[in-house]
């Protein structure tokens, strides 16, 4: 059992480059989600999905897409990569959220530099 | 939207010293409290989860305590060690069906 995986652990992007950070879970969850990561700032949520072909924006979406075509699979993908994107990015996944919120599970992070 | 925040944003403590550590919300009306412990250059770890009807959660020597009425938490830490020393983010939800509000957390340091 796995848990939460994230690739790559480190990149590399200049200005103007697109890349996609993925992410995957082998626990069989429903709900998961992308975290940004800087300091002062704490964690703020990029998007999330609560089950397969069902995305919604967080708090910080703009510059970022998602999709969700399977329950294993949740990639982040960046169109136009900008410094202001340097950060280190967090998956997470979760059995519920709301009501019968579960624990949260996160990967190990992805630390990008931009450029 | 939900609001959470963690004060102090750094202790510092000697080995041994029992310690509270605090976290603040906007919302009184969450579902459920988390509490996570990130060591530097890591992701999360759950610590404890506790649900709206819950009062408190205890794991080992970490204890939370919900009060939704004042919108507070707090996470005490006993006989805190060495390997202690982390950074102890607070999150709540949203309302309805959305993922974790996370404080900004604070820096523990337990010095031996």
Same mark, same amino acid.
């Given at each position: 059992n796995a848990g939460v995986t994230q690739t790559p652990k480190f990149q590399v992007l200049k200005t103007g480059q697109?890349?996609?950070?993925?992410?995957?879970?082998d626990m069989n969850h429903e709900y998961m989600s992308w975290y940004r990561q800087d300091p002062g700032m704490g964690l703020r949520l990029i998007h999330y999905s609560v089950?397969?072909?069902?995305?919604?924006?967080g708090e910080v979406p703009n510059g970022y897409n998602v999709s969700r075509s399977t329950t294993e699979d949740f990639p982040l993908?960046?169109?136009?990569?900008a410094p202001s994107q340097t950060s280190v990015y967090f998956c997470a996944s979760s059995g519920?959220?709301?009501?019968?919120?579960?624990?949260?599970?996160?990967?190990?992070?992805?630390?990008?530099?931009?450029l | 939207k939900q609001e959470v925040t963690q004060i102090p944003a750094a202790l510092s403590v000697p080995e041994g010293e029992n310690l509270v550590l605090n976290c603040s919300f906007t919302d009184s009306a969450i579902y459920n409290l988390q509490w996570f412990r990130q060591d530097?250059?890591?992701g999360l770890t759950s !610590?404890?989860?506790?649900?709206? $009807?819950?009062?408190?959660?205890?794991?080992g020597r970490l204890n939370a305590s919900l009060d939704k009425s004042s919108g507070r938490s707090t996470l005490y830490i006993a006989a805190s060690q060495p390997g202690d020393s982390a950074t102890? !983010?607070?999150?709540?939800?949203? $309302?309805g069906n959305t993922p974790l509000v996370f404080g900004k957390g604070t820096r523990l340091s337990v010095i031996a």
């Open positions: 697109s890349m996609t950070l993925q992410c995957a879970q089950g397969a072909g069902i995305t919604d924006q993908r960046l169109l136009s990569a519920s959220y709301g009501p019968l919120g579960e624990t949260q599970y996160f990967g190990p992070g992805t630390r990008l530099l931009v | 530097p250059g890591k !610590l404890l989860l506790i649900q709206s $009807s819950q009062r408190e959660q205890t794991s102890y !983010l607070c999150a709540a939800p949203n $309302s």
